[in-house]
């Protein structure tokens, strides 16, 4: 598989050699959407904590008589039926929201959504990627003058000083190193943007 490697002002320069099993798969949707939703449900935290109908302080003395009333027979005022009762089925602190993911299975989520990527023309390698001071505006530029519109993932082989300074103001720039990337982060950005290094990071690591 051939990827094309762009020069500063996002015109094709060259290409390079990437191993097929990582950007030249056959895209499994159903195989992205567990291992999106898995990292998803792994990144979750137990932290919600509901009472149950034994933890409420009421009386647990019968409200009204069994018969004569009139009204429907009740047995405790902390009854889940009640305003201000307890949970049927309260969230507990220790709930556990994780999903296991093979290995083989996430490598095999990665590449495939790699390798859409490139089908959608949404996936571009840079020799490197730099900017002179760490300013919002000289990324800004960068990015313009790569043709990138949108949402932007920069993945690098490891983390510029000044380039992650200068995206921290980005709401629509994200940069990454590349063992630290996600499937979710993959998804949800409009443009991808390798460094060269980190695509070998990627073949090293994933193929």
Not at 41 to 54: D, E, I, M, V, Y
Not at 110 to 122: G, H, K, T, Y
Not at 193 to 204: D, G, I, N, S, Y
Request: proline share 4%; net charge positive; hydrophobic share 40%.
């Amino acid at each position: 598989m051939d990827l094309k490697l762009i020069n500063d002002s996002g015109q094709p320069a060259t290409t390079l050699s990437a191993p097929d099993a990582l950007f030249a798969c056959e895209y499994n949707e159903a195989l992205v959407h567990q291992v999106v939703i898995a990292y998803q449900a792994n990144a979750r935290s137990g932290t919600r904590a509901q009472k149950g109908r034994g933890q409420i302080n009421k009386s647990h003395k019968k409200p009204w008589a069994q018969k004569g009333t009139g009204r429907a027979r009740a047995g405790q005022a902390n009854s889940p039926l009640w305003r201000g009762g307890g949970k049927i089925f309260p969230s507990s602190p220790d709930e556990n929201f994780s999903h296991k993911v093979n290995r083989k299975m996430f490598r095999a989520g990665m590449a495939s959504i790699l390798s859409q990527l490139v089908r959608e023309d949404r996936l571009s390698v840079v020799e490197q990627l730099a900017v002179d001071a760490p300013k919002t505006k000289l990324l800004v530029g960068k990015m313009k003058s790569l043709g990138l519109i949108g949402t932007v993932l920069v993945v690098t082989d490891k983390m510029d000083d000044n380039v992650m300074l200068s995206s921290r103001n980005l709401s629509d720039v994200l940069v990454l190193e590349a063992r630290r990337v996600d499937p979710v982060s993959l998804v949800r950005f409009d443009h991808v943007l390798l460094t060269k290094a980190a695509l070998a990071q990627f073949e090293e690591v994933l193929a």
